[in-house]
């Protein structure tokens, strides 16, 4: 038996390696996906004040340190028992908005764009952001402008667009400046007109994709998802709604605390990312998906106009709930969209600017959890203390850590369909990069670990010797 | 009355009264000279070696907060080599405890960054130690974190010299020194403590902190406590 190896993969956030094993006849027998590196934050926060937990824990990421902050200020809010003050939470919510905004438009533009446009048997020296500059100019600008947009709202209101203080315990430490609010209203319709360009020129390809969509993790899963009691998309707060295959809603979380009561998790002997599942149904059927595919599954609507509008759409094309991991692609630009509708919604509610943003309080609660969606998918941050504030013990659940078993089954699918050990191209295992690329998996997150941004790929003969390694 | 006596700082001729140290000098005359033990109303201990001066005649560095001036002694405050050990002794300062900054209550307002910042410290040129060091949360209103402590010793003193509790001392020696306050109490149990906070104002670093702030928020008003002092007992 033959094993190949990618690794590491490329256009992913973090360091992740694949290895897929060949039977003799070069058919693929079995697939592992390993996220090899470990960083130990839960660990090392013990002992540390609540309060520095924030900007602790953003640190576990320089893309989505805003979902970090959200979830980690969220706890911190429950230690101490207050009620954030509306304006505090309306402006966490916008400042999220810009998270997605930029982050969506990284992984599909940057990432997994050179893919859709220039295609995945194209000359990998030129399939990347730089080869796509070059074949469609207007595009490779639309995701950089996209990209900005959303950074400048993050750097607008925290004042810095990674790593910002601007979110505290309690609420945020300054109110909206009405000249800030002014230009990024200014801004708002050209980000707007190319959420909607990228969306349609998305619906004129993806029908090229057929064997892609059919064949990139169509394994039906159960599915989790933020929505509000109307059933709406939410990605500051909310409740955790379980969904079945079927989209019959399985479960629907009340208060944060109890998540443990559905979600477990699950150590793997060759992957530093533990596979989280849903509890009642077990480990082994507990497989369920999060993310842009799983929140438009989840979601009964968006709750803006024209995402509302595009969600039909999107169901009418590919179902109810729709299964093929090739589709977070869509499901991502349709939440670009709907994210900012939401901001320009935020920004054009007077209370907006109002000044009372800040709650304040000791150690009210020794125990507190903080539940937002990540670009990702679920994040929970998780915080014990003692009566003095001092970390006891914490616990991060990581929205890719919730696709893991999914990721895992969705390589497995691609490598089947895909993957010919006899006569091994390129453009074959890149599919199975790409896959990995749908869920937009940030690793350096999951594993909340250090290490290189890559992806490899080996290929191991029967007596356990690598015959074939890829960089992609 | 105190004896007039004329030095020169860096070539300039400046006058100055027996009695007084070369920084006190030094700064009158508007010289910079960096310093991060020293704070002006409070008793010069010569801790952390940053205001080191050149002294004609004189084979050492010698720190001018503790050094006093003599007549016709000629200082310079500001050379390649001065500027060259000042700098180690801000990376040690780095180099021996976890200072964080990006996490910590007084990222952009400390004194110890404003230093490495100033002298364009961009890397640690000694191996980190990694001490474990305790955080002590014990107290309602204060936090004491021994990681970020430099042991300057200001608190020490402005809780002895100018609150007059003198609840904080110095334990063990040399790289083991710690803080400790009522022979070793965590903050909260230390009786003598009168709550004032002049400690953590006159903290250079983020490692005394007033509870509840979150990461760049602690900023501190040490002017404000020099100015006490300086009023206290008809000192100038």
Same mark, same amino acid.
């Given at each position: 038996?033959?094993?190949?190896?990618?690794?590491?993969?490329?256009?992913?956030?973090?360091?992740?390696?694949?290895?897929?094993?060949?039977?003799?006849?070069?058919?693929?027998?079995?697939?592992?996906?390993?996220?090899?590196?470990?960083?130990?934050?839960?660990?090392?926060?013990?002992?540390?004040?609540?309060?520095?937990?924030?900007?602790?824990?953003?640190?576990?990421?320089?893309?989505?340190?805003?979902?970090?902050?959200?979830?980690?200020?969220?706890?911190?809010?429950?230690?101490?028992?207050?009620?954030?003050?509306?304006?505090?939470?309306?402006?966490?919510?916008?400042?999220?908005?810009?998270?997605?905004?930029?982050?969506?438009?990284?992984?599909?533009?940057?990432?997994?764009?050179?893919?859709?446009?220039?295609?995945?048997? *194209?000359?990998?020296?030129?399939?990347?952001?730089?080869?796509?500059?070059?074949?469609?100019?207007?595009?490779?600008?639309?995701?950089?402008?996209?990209?900005?947009?959303?950074?400048?709202?993050?750097?607008?209101?925290?004042?810095?667009?990674?790593?910002?203080?601007?979110?505290?315990?309690?609420?945020?430490?300054?109110?909206?400046?009405?000249?800030?609010?002014?230009?990024?209203?200014?801004?708002?319709?050209?980000?707007?007109?190319?959420?909607?360009?990228?969306?349609?020129?998305?619906?004129?390809?993806?029908?090229?994709?057929?064997?892609?969509?059919?064949?990139?993790?169509?394994?039906?899963?159960?599915?989790?998802?933020?929505?509000?009691?109307?059933?709406?998309?939410?990605?500051?707060?909310?409740?955790?709604?379980?969904?079945?295959?079927?989209?019959?809603?399985?479960?629907?979380?009340?208060?944060?605390? *109890?998540?443990?009561?559905?979600?477990?998790?699950?150590?793997?002997?060759?992957?530093?990312?533990?596979?989280?599942?849903?509890?009642?149904?077990?480990?082994?059927?507990?497989?369920?998906?999060?993310?842009?595919?799983?929140?438009?599954?989840?979601?009964?609507?968006?709750?803006?106009?024209?995402?509302?509008?595009?969600?039909?759409?999107?169901?009418?094309?590919?179902?109810?709930?729709?299964?093929?991991?090739?589709?977070?692609?869509?499901?991502?630009?349709?939440?670009?969209?709907?994210?900012?509708?939401?901001?320009?919604?935020?920004?054009?509610?007077?209370?907006?600017?109002?000044?009372?943003?800040?709650?304040?309080?000791?150690?009210?609660?020794?125990?507190?959890?903080?539940?937002?969606?990540?670009?990702?998918?679920?994040?929970?941050?998780?915080?014990?203390?003692?009566?003095?504030?001092?970390?006891?013990?914490?616990?991060?659940?990581?929205?890719?850590?919730?696709?893991?078993?999914?990721?895992?089954?969705?390589?497995?699918?691609?490598?089947?369909?895909?993957?010919?050990? *006899?006569?091994?191209?390129?453009?074959?295992?890149?599919?199975?990069?790409?896959?990995?690329?749908?869920?937009?998996?940030?690793?350096?997150?999951?594993?909340?670990?250090?290490?290189?941004?890559?992806?490899?790929?080996?290929?191991?003969?029967?007596?356990?010797?690598?015959?074939?390694?890829?960089?992609? | 009355?105190?004896?007039?006596?004329?030095?020169?700082?860096?070539?300039? /001729?400046?006058?100055?009264?027996?009695?007084?140290?070369?920084?006190?000098?030094?700064?009158?005359?508007?010289?910079?000279?960096?310093?991060?033990?020293?704070?002006?109303?409070?008793?010069?201990?010569?801790?952390?070696?940053?205001?080191?001066?050149?002294?004609?005649?004189?084979?050492?560095?010698?720190?001018?907060?503790?050094?006093?001036?003599?007549?016709?002694?000629?200082?310079?405050?500001?050379?390649?080599?001065?500027?060259? /050990?000042?700098?180690?002794?801000?990376?040690?300062?780095?180099?021996?405890? #976890?200072?964080?900054?990006?996490?910590?209550?007084?990222?952009?307002?400390?004194?110890?960054?404003?230093?490495?910042?100033?002298?364009?410290?961009?890397?640690?040129?000694?191996?980190?130690? /990694?001490?474990?060091?305790?955080?002590?949360?014990?107290?309602?209103?204060?936090?004491?974190?021994?990681?970020?402590?430099?042991?300057?010793?200001?608190?020490?003193?402005?809780?002895?010299?100018?609150?007059?509790?003198?609840?904080?001392?110095?334990?063990?020696?040399?790289?083991?020194?710690?803080?400790?306050?009522?022979? #070793?109490?965590?903050?909260?149990?230390?009786?003598?403590?009168?709550?004032?906070?002049?400690?953590?104002?006159?903290?250079?670093?983020?490692?005394?902190?007033?509870?509840?702030?979150?990461?760049?928020?602690?900023?501190?008003?040490?002017?404000?406590?020099?100015?006490?002092?300086?009023?206290?007992?008809?000192?100038?």
């Amino acid at each position: 038996m033959e094993k190949i190896v990618i690794n590491p993969v490329t256009r992913i956030e973090g360091h992740a390696k694949i290895t897929i094993h060949l039977n003799p006849d070069g058919r693929v027998s079995r697939t592992h996906f390993h996220v090899t590196q470990v960083r130990g934050f839960e660990k090392f926060t013990e002992g540390r004040p609540y309060y520095e937990m924030p900007a602790i824990t953003a640190r576990i990421c320089g893309i989505c340190p805003i979902s970090h902050l959200l979830a980690s200020v969220k706890a911190c809010d429950e230690i101490m028992a207050v009620r954030v003050p509306p304006t505090a939470a309306k402006l966490r919510e916008l400042l999220h908005c810009g998270q997605f905004i930029q982050s969506h438009a990284l992984s599909f533009f940057h990432l997994s764009a050179p893919d859709l446009l220039l295609g995945m048997d *194209s000359d990998p020296a030129r399939r990347n952001v730089l080869g796509l500059l070059d074949k469609y100019p207007d595009i490779a600008r639309d995701g950089i402008a996209l990209r900005k947009f959303g950074q400048c709202v993050i750097q607008r209101l925290a004042k810095e667009r990674v790593h910002p203080s601007w979110t505290v315990p309690g609420g945020v430490n300054a109110p909206l400046e009405p000249g800030a609010r002014e230009e990024m209203l200014k801004e708002l319709p050209g980000a707007k007109a190319i959420a909607r360009r990228t969306l349609a020129l998305f619906k004129s390809v993806v029908d090229e994709f057929q064997e892609e969509i059919e064949n990139f993790g169509t394994d039906p899963t159960m599915y989790a998802g933020l929505v509000d009691h109307g059933g709406r998309l939410q990605l500051y707060d909310g409740r955790i709604r379980f969904m079945d295959s079927e989209g019959t809603v399985l479960s629907e979380v009340d208060t944060p605390a *109890s998540y443990a009561d559905y979600i477990g998790e699950a150590s793997l002997p060759d992957s530093y990312l533990k596979a989280p599942y849903y509890k009642p149904a077990g480990y082994a059927g507990g497989v369920y998906r999060v993310g842009p595919l799983a929140r438009l599954n989840v979601a009964d609507s968006c709750g803006t106009p024209e995402a509302d509008h595009e969600f039909g759409e999107y169901h009418q094309r590919f179902g109810r709930v729709v299964q093929s991991s090739f589709q977070y692609h869509y499901a991502r630009l349709i939440e670009a969209l709907y994210a900012i509708e939401k901001a320009e919604m935020l920004l054009s509610d007077p209370s907006i600017l109002g000044k009372h943003v800040r709650a304040k309080a000791g150690v009210n609660a020794l125990e507190g959890v903080g539940i937002a969606e990540a670009p990702r998918g679920i994040l929970i941050h998780h915080y014990r203390v003692d009566e003095k504030g001092a970390i006891q013990w914490a616990n991060l659940i990581i929205a890719t850590g919730h696709n893991n078993l999914a990721m895992n089954r969705s390589i497995e699918q691609v490598s089947r369909h895909f993957v010919d050990g *006899s006569r091994l191209k390129e453009g074959m295992l890149n599919r199975v990069s790409a896959v990995v690329r749908a869920y937009d998996p940030c690793l350096s997150c999951s594993t909340h670990a250090l290490g290189q941004t890559a992806l490899r790929i080996q290929l191991i003969a029967a007596d356990g010797t690598v015959t074939d390694e890829l960089r992609t | 009355m105190a004896q007039k006596v004329s030095i020169r700082i860096d070539g300039e /001729y400046v006058g100055a009264k027996e009695g007084q140290t070369i920084l006190e000098v030094a700064r009158k005359a508007g010289k910079y000279i960096p310093a991060l033990c020293y704070m002006e109303g409070l008793s010069a201990v010569g801790a952390c070696r940053l205001c080191i001066v050149e002294v004609s005649g004189v084979g050492r560095l010698l720190p001018a907060c503790t050094t006093p001036v003599q007549d016709g002694m000629s200082v310079t405050t500001n050379s390649e080599k001065l500027a060259r /050990y000042r700098r180690m002794v801000v990376d040690f300062l780095l180099s021996e405890r #976890n200072h964080y900054c990006a996490v910590c209550v007084s990222n952009g307002h400390c004194e110890l960054q404003g230093l490495a910042q100033k002298f364009g410290i961009t890397h640690v040129h000694y191996g980190y130690g /990694y001490p474990k060091m305790p955080v002590d949360l014990s107290h309602e209103r204060f936090v004491l974190d021994h990681n970020r402590c430099i042991l300057c010793t200001r608190c020490v003193r402005v809780c002895a010299e100018v609150e007059g509790a003198h609840v904080w001392d110095t334990a063990s020696r040399g790289i083991r020194t710690m803080l400790t306050g009522e022979l #070793n109490r965590p903050w909260g149990a230390i009786r003598s403590c009168t709550g004032c906070g002049k400690c953590v104002q006159v903290c250079p670093t983020g490692a005394m902190a007033e509870k509840g702030w979150a990461v760049e928020e602690m900023t501190k008003r040490s002017d404000s406590i020099s100015w006490l002092a300086t009023q206290r007992g008809g000192r100038e």
